[in-house]
């Protein structure tokens, strides 16, 4: 499938420091949907900013298996490893200098 054949239809961007995080929905030409998650990184090579991402699909049969799984997996982490920390914290912290720093309008076309 070509990529200007897949319409979006949702769009959610986390920032998280030197990372942000898009998932996207997106339409096929036969109108089936499938999630995308995606990072972002930004690091310096040879003094520029560069960007390295990493995508996942997820197709609709997956769907509730993967947001299971992963609802689990945090649940593990906040509950068994690490259960002296305060995750609130993290909800509405400021952004940092950079994350700041990370041009708001970057596109994934």
Known sequence: MER???EMIYSKKIRA?????????????????YLTITESRRFQKDGD????KSKLFVYKEDLDKVAEALQEAVNHIKTELLPHI?????RNAEPT????DFDTTYKWD
Request: charged letters at 40%.
């Open 86 to 90: 305060d995750f609130e914290q993290y």
């Open 4 to 6: 200007d054949d897949q």
């Open 97 to 100: 200098k950079e994350s700041s």
């Open 17 to 33: 420091g030197k990372r942000t995080y898009f998932f996207d929905v997106r339409s096929t030409r036969s109108n089936d949907y």
């Open 49 to 52: 900013f560069v960007f390295e």
